[in-house]
């Protein structure tokens, strides 16, 4: 009678086990697609504060541009339109930002910089490690064990 009982607990246990794991599963999948949603999120976020920054800088350069043009045409010192230059870049860089490929190009070398660290011998990344630490050293390595 005993062996029955064992057997129907074993059989629940089995069961309960493979509910947790399929549950832990599911949590873990729901977790990854939190991240990307908040991390698109994020990322809509940044181009939105670039575009609306735009706006202003764009306007703030072509008051300057027109203001600084009138001021060296009147005064006919070509050396008052000099802080267009900066201006410039910077109204560049924004616009890159915004409507360009920026942030594309800014991950394409952040992942290239992953990649060059992992194969670097010091540059290992974290994971390994905590997998590593988490397995213990190869089983070649572990002492063994003299029953005796």
Known sequence: MGFFMSKSMDA?????????????????????????????????MQLAWSREFLKYFGTFFAVAAFGLTAGAMKRKRPILVAPLLPLGFILIYQVDAAYGTLMHRVRGEAESIMASERSRPGGASRDTHVRQHREGPPRSEQPRRHFG
Not at 12 to 31: A, D, I, T, V
């Open 12 to 44: 629940n246990l089995r069961r309960q086990q493979e509910f947790m794991l399929h549950n832990s599963r599911l949590q873990l999948e729901r977790q990854i697609l939190m991240q990307n949603q908040m991390r698109e999120r994020q990322a809509a």
